[in-house]
């Protein structure tokens, strides 16, 4: 009875999260990363997103079933594009994964991973891999001075972080598998897509992308620029 229990409430959680459309999830990855960013004491290193080849970001990821310690949410990955200037269209992607433990919940965490080289971005255009297994992640630094040549960030393929309850901070996915999610493709696009041929193609974005485009192109760092100087040009 306590297996049926379990199931059925993990079953309900995934149910809550496909209710949302992909263009809300759009929405929603767009305000998590602009807020993230709106603190660069407290955000992910603009360094480190300058030299990123790709993000990933989960908005409303779920983690501890009852009874069970679980990861799964629904988010998009964005590539930078071709000519390594600005940032491509989304692809949708899931999270889904952990392992059993003693967890009581079901927290919602926003999720936001940094694909850091070419061997990141060659798991990430599968179909499917294991963060921890077929690609090493690590838990990222966090604020301005933090710096890309921590140990964490040396080797690492991915990095990742989390935000609940207003805290942000770096974490492991260790055991997660991160997939292409082929319904909310088809959902932004109208037509049959996967994420590889999103991520590495010229497709152009849907207007919903445009938001979170603007935020990456703004805070990817330029050389000579941060986000305190933009500040001052925007006044």
Known sequence: MRVRNVTVSFLAAATILMAETAQERLKEASVVFTEIMGTPEMGIPEELLGK???????PGMKSGA????????????MCRNKSGA????????????????LQIGGQ?????????????MEHLLKSKFTLGGDASVAAGPVGREATAKTDATMGAEILSWSRAR???AGISLQGA???NDDEGNHEVYGKDVNSKEILTS????PPEAQPLITALNRYSKVEGRDSADRAKQDK
């Open 166 to 168: 207003g805290i942000f």
């Open 52 to 58: 990123a080849n790709c993000i990933v970001i989960i």
């Open 86 to 101: 600005g940032w491509g269209a989304p692809a949708a992607m899931r999270v889904e994964g952990g392992s059993f433990g």
């Open 177 to 179: 598998t991160l997939r």
């Open 108 to 120: 919602s965490t926003d999720v936001v991973m940094l694909v850091m080289n070419d061997r990141g």
């Open 202 to 205: 010229d497709m152009a974005p």
């Open 66 to 77: 009852i009874g069970v310690g679980g990861k799964y949410g629904r988010g998009y990955a």
